[in-house]
């Protein structure tokens, strides 16, 4: 009994259901469409094995960004929309004002003053929200994203950018600096008020779980959520960019026979999620998990 006890004790623990899966035909075409996390940590993995086995048999892979391809790109869109230009005149904004409200946070999650203080007021209120989902223990290196992406290349699997880092970082360039400002604020009032730490636990557990019903309530108390900053991402990061993600995701679907899609979950939940997208399209979608 003692060998038998002590493997037992060593086995893995079982892969178990994560964020959302559906599985969307056409024909005789398969996609599996997978929602994760941009953050991770080391017991996401392995994934289950229906995403697994999607992923190797896939002819290809789609993700938003691949995290782990043009780095150069990634880099020059982050210049471009998220940083003043060393010595550039630029027209006063609220960091200076919140300057006493940023220090203790910049403290808390290990950030340098100088390394931030070039950092337009939305790149520094995405930055802090990294932040606070580290100090709950989830890293951005163990991001799902990038761990299908290594997935996909070790077996030699394309990888499909449904967008760009360009693209998605103009969304928070084309913000004024007033509103930039207010998304920022509202961000230290989250985070302030301990929403921000309650909401990302809530939103990594949901995950975690797949469970559906919690993404659900997610999806709606951010729609019914009156900020700037909850409306900007409710009705630009999510709702503007659904209908260019289906298309892609109804692209690749008519082109392989199998693949695997892998956008952000709560592109997956909500009125106008990517799966109603597709099905408005004539696209038979069913929820797997």
């Not at 951005?140 to 290594?150: G, H, I, N, R």
């Not at 360009?166 to 985070?191: H, K, N, P, V």
Request: with cysteine.
């Amino acid at each position: 009994m003692l060998p038998l006890q002590h493997a037992v004790a060593e086995a893995p623990p079982a892969a178990v259901n994560r964020g959302a899966l559906f599985k969307v035909q056409q024909a005789n075409h398969t996609l599996y469409l997978f929602g994760t996390i941009h953050v991770g940590a080391p017991d996401f993995y392995p994934l289950e094995p229906t995403v697994t086995r999607a992923l190797r048999e896939a002819g290809a892979l789609a993700l938003e960004v691949d995290p782990l391809g043009d780095q150069r790109a990634g880099l020059a869109a982050v210049l471009k929309y998220g940083i003043d230009a060393p010595g550039a005149k630029v027209a006063p904004d609220c960091r200076q004002t919140l300057a006493p409200r940023l220090a203790p946070l910049l403290q808390k999650y290990g950030l340098q003053p100088t390394a931030t203080a070039l950092m337009k007021p939305w790149m520094l209120a995405s930055v802090l929200a990294i932040g606070e989902f580290s100090t709950l223990g989830y890293s951005p290196t163990l991001a799902v994203d990038s761990y299908l992406s290594k997935q996909a290349k070790a077996h030699r699997i394309p990888i499909v950018e449904l967008e760009s880092m360009d693209s998605q970082m103009a969304l928070f360039g084309a913000m004024t600096t007033t509103d930039q400002c207010r998304f920022l604020e509202d961000g230290l009032d989250s985070i302030e008020a301990q929403h921000q730490s309650d909401e990302a636990r809530e939103i990594a557990q949901a995950w975690r779980t797949a469970d559906q019903g919690a993404l659900e309530r997610i999806a709606a108390t951010a729609e019914q959520d009156p900020s700037y900053a909850a409306q900007f991402v409710q009705k630009v990061l999510l709702d503007g960019r659904n209908p260019a993600l289906a298309d892609g995701i109804a692209r690749l679907l008519s082109r392989e026979t199998h693949s695997l899609a892998a956008i952000g979950v709560l592109h997956l939940v909500g009125n106008n999620s990517v799966p109603k997208l597709l099905q408005q399209k004539g696209l038979k979608v069913e929820r797997v998990y």
